[in-house]
C-alpha cells in the first residue's frame, strides 16, 4: 500500500511540491502571522509581550520620522523607476541590434555591477560621493571649476548619490531581462514592418513596446518593491542608519532603528506590516491597472 501511494499519479505532484509549501509556510506565512501578531503588542526583549491593540498603529501615523522614512522610500522608489525601466529598455534594444559589435561584452560589463557585494559598492560610493576636495565626485566637479560638494549631507545631494548606486547596480540585471524580451519577439514581424516602410522608431513603438509589456509588468513590480524595501545601500553610503536629518532613511532602515537598535520589537513589527500594505496596494494597483488580471479573450 506504502509503495502503492508513493508510485500513484495523483500523489506525485503533491509529493514534488511539498518541499517549496514546506518552506514558503516555514520562511514566509509563520513569520509573517507572527509579525502581525505581534504589530498588535509591545514586545521588548527579555519581558512579557503586552496586547496594546493598534497603539502601535495609531503612533505610526503620527510619527514624523516613520513619515519622513516613507516619504525617502517613496521618492527613492519612483526615480529609480523612471530611469531603471526605460533606459535598461533602450540599451536593450540597441545591444539586441544585428548592427551592433562586442554585444557579449557589453552584456558582461552592464551585468557585472550586480556581482559586487552592496557593502563593497556601498563603501566605494560612499569615498566617491565624499565632502573632500580630493574624492573622485568633487575632482570631477572641480576641473569645472565648481566647489566641493557635501553630497551626503543635503536632501538632493544624497538622493543623487543613492540613485547613483542603484543605476549603476541595476542597470545591467534590468536590460538583461528586457534582452530575454526581445529574443522572444519574432523577427518576422520587423521584416513585415519594414517592407511597409515603417521607420526604426515606429517599429520600436508599434512592435517592440507592446510586446515587451510583460517584462515590462515584471520589472516593474519587481523595482517597486526593491525601492520601497531598499536598506542596505543607505546604510553603507552614510556608514551607518543615521543620516544627518534622517536624509537617508528609509522604512526598513526604520524598522532596523526600531526592532534591533531600540528594542521594540512590537512597534518595529507595525512598521513591517504597513510596508507590506503599501507595497501590496501600489503593486497590485498596477498590475490592474496594466491588465494583467483580466482573462484573454478565447
Sequence with gaps: ???????????????????????????????????????????????????????????????????????????????????????????????????????????SSFFFPALTSVVVAGTIFRLMFGEMEGSLINSFLGLFGIEPIKFLKGQATGLVALLALATWRWMGVNMLYFLSGLKNIPNEYYEAASIDGASPFQRFTQITMPLLKPTTIYVLTISIYAGLAMFIESMMLWNGNNSPKNIGLTIVGYLYRQGIEKNNLGYAAAVGIVLLVITMIINLSQLAFTGMFKKEDE
Excluded: C, H
Design 1 to 107: 500500500m506504502f509503495r502503492k501511494f508513493i508510485y500513484s499519479q495523483k500523489v506525485a505532484p503533491y509529493v514534488f511540491v511539498l518541499p517549496f509549501i514546506l518552506v514558503f509556510a516555514l520562511f514566509w506565512v509563520y513569520p509573517l502571522a507572527s509579525s502581525f501578531g505581534m504589530s498588535f503588542q509591545k514586545v521588548t526583549l527579555g519581558q512579557e509581550a503586552t496586547w496594546i491593540g493598534f497603539d502601535n498603529y495609531s503612533k505610526l501615523m503620527g510619527d514624523g520620522v516613520f513619515l519622513k522614512a516613507v516619504s525617502n522610500s517613496a521618492i527613492y522608489m519612483v526615480l529609480t523607476l523612471v530611469i531603471l525601466i526605460p533606459f535598461p529598455m533602450l540599451f536593450a534594444v540597441l545591444i539586441n541590434n544585428k548592427l551592433m559589435w562586442g554585444r557579449e561584452f557589453f552584456k
